[in-house]
């Protein structure tokens, strides 16, 4: 588990962990309106601004506390990156609205256990009432996307049949 | 007060406005964000930063930072970094390649920019195959990759970057993956710090031309050795490994090159002079 000890290190890493996911759905949205995508970029940028909203959120809690401004390498994860990080390896030019929420959901849950565990394992009530405010907001978040969700049933296998392939087999 | 102490700089400072044209799951999204994620770590300012590049997807990246760039002639980044960086030694200088660019058309630079051992971070992008120009094999291509350009594979021997880098002469030399970009930062920050020549090689998928290197996810893994400063060693080390070893394998001590500077006793005009017609 990752050890913050404070309120300040609680907000900093919750902060990043929003403003990295503003930063990744923005930069999936651009890919998908450079690939003529137009219905997942719009996905896309309103999961950032989604995303960007409770970042400022947090942020407004950031302004009475001490909180420290972390370099990229020292902010402590309990993973090799930010719990709300997606695979940028499971990005598809053909990719659909339920494969872009699947993406989202994972994100979701992951934030979701980060503050889960965080606060079960935190002694500072201080501490641990800001955790169950951040676990909730991201339980919202998911119930969000499965909402979401249930406006695109799972495509056929063959949704990423491209009749136009940017590679040739003969 | 040096700006980087001035100024604590972001991740975003360093990324510019244009929008990368990389396939949607390329492996060098996670590589621009290494390369910023890296530079924010340092603190250095975007302005005293210089990305050179030849051609090439992975050479596109100038465009997408917020620093000085270059993006030059095929092969021939390594060459115009050196000389940027020699004359101006006060810049971070960052070269940016594929293994198409970095090792075949610019090979003979690789190997003399080794030797010279100037203080920059030649960082390669390596998918194992030529994305840019549609699949073709490159050098370090495996020699039974059948594709539609190279039925049955070349058969040929892969050219092996890290080994050539150590006989050449590379001050630091890493190997990292691209879907573990603070990993990757990491040793960038490390590379980018370490005085003289060094060369990290980033194992990053190309989901186009090489779907199946979407697997390397699941092959990659952390060096069970420390690093060593030595170069012998390190050699027979990377020459036994399965080549989806990870970290820092090489850390030298050789001085960096860097000639004075400022002493000509000649000016412009004087060399404009010699080819005026």
Avoid at chain 1, 12 to 35: F, P, S, T
Avoid at chain 2, 1 to 29: E, F, L, N, R, T
Avoid at chain 2, 45 to 71: K, L, M, Q, W
Avoid at chain 2, 248 to 267: C, F, K, M, N, W
Wanted: include cysteine; proline fraction near 7%.
């Amino acid at each position: 588990m990752t050890n913050l000890t404070n309120i300040g290190d609680l907000l900093a890493h919750a902060y990043q962990i929003e403003i990295e996911a503003v930063e990744r759905y923005q930069m999936l949205a651009d890919q998908m309106e450079v690939h003529n995508n137009s219905e997942l970029e719009k996905l896309f940028r309103k999961l950032a601004y989604h995303e960007g909203q409770h970042a400022e959120e947090i942020r407004t809690q950031m302004t009475d506390a001490n909180v420290p401004e972390l370099k990229p390498g020292e902010f402590r994860w309990a993973g090799p990156d930010s719990p709300e990080a997606v695979d940028l390896g499971d990005i598809h030019y053909m990719m659909t609205p339920w494969h872009a929420l699947q993406l989202a959901l994972k994100a979701e849950q992951q934030a979701f256990a980060f503050f889960d565990e965080f606060r079960r394992s935190a002694s500072d009530p201080d501490i641990k009432r800001l955790a169950d405010e951040f676990a909730e907001e991201e339980e919202e978040h998911v119930a969000m996307v499965l909402k979401e969700l249930e406006k695109y049933p799972e495509p056929d296998d063959d949704w990423d049949d491209d009749p136009d392939p940017p590679v040739s087999p003969e | 007060m040096s700006k980087a102490q001035a100024v604590a700089y972001k991740q975003g400072d360093y990324k510019s406005k244009v929008k990368p044209i990389w396939c949607p799951g390329c492996g060098d999204y996670h590589v621009l964000i290494s390369i910023t994620r890296a530079l924010a770590e340092i603190g250095v300012a975007p302005e005293d930063v210089a990305v050179i590049s030849g051609i090439g997807c992975s050479s596109r990246i100038p465009a997408y930072t917020n620093c000085y760039g270059f993006h030059g002639v095929h092969g021939r980044s390594l060459a115009l970094a050196a000389g940027l960086k020699v004359a101006r030694p006060d810049l971070t200088v960052l070269i940016t390649s594929g293994d198409g660019d970095g090792f075949s058309i610019g090979g003979n630079h690789f190997l003399h920019a080794c030797r010279r051992n100037v203080d920059m971070t030649y960082i390669v992008m390596d998918n194992r195959v030529y994305g840019m120009t549609k699949g073709q094999p490159s050098p370090t291509t495996e020699p039974d990759w059948d594709s539609a350009l190279s039925p049955g594979g070349t058969g040929l021997r892969p050219f092996h970057p890290l080994v050539i880098a150590l006989a050449s002469g590379a001050n630091f030399v890493a190997r990292t993956f691209s879907g573990d970009p603070n990993g990757t930062a990491r040793v960038l920050v490390e590379a980018i710090r370490h005085p003289g020549f060094s060369f990290v090689e980033i194992l990053s998928p190309c989901v186009t031309f090489r779907p199946d290197e979407k697997e390397w996810k699941n092959m990659v893994h952390t060096a069970p050795v420390e690093p060593t400063d030595d170069a012998a060693r390190a050699a027979r080390r990377i020459m036994t490994d399965d080549g989806f070893n990870l970290g820092v394998l090489y850390r030298g001590h050789r001085a960096p090159y860097q000639p004075e500077i400022g002493t000509a006793s000649v000016d412009v005009a004087d060399l404009e002079e010699a080819f005026l017609l």
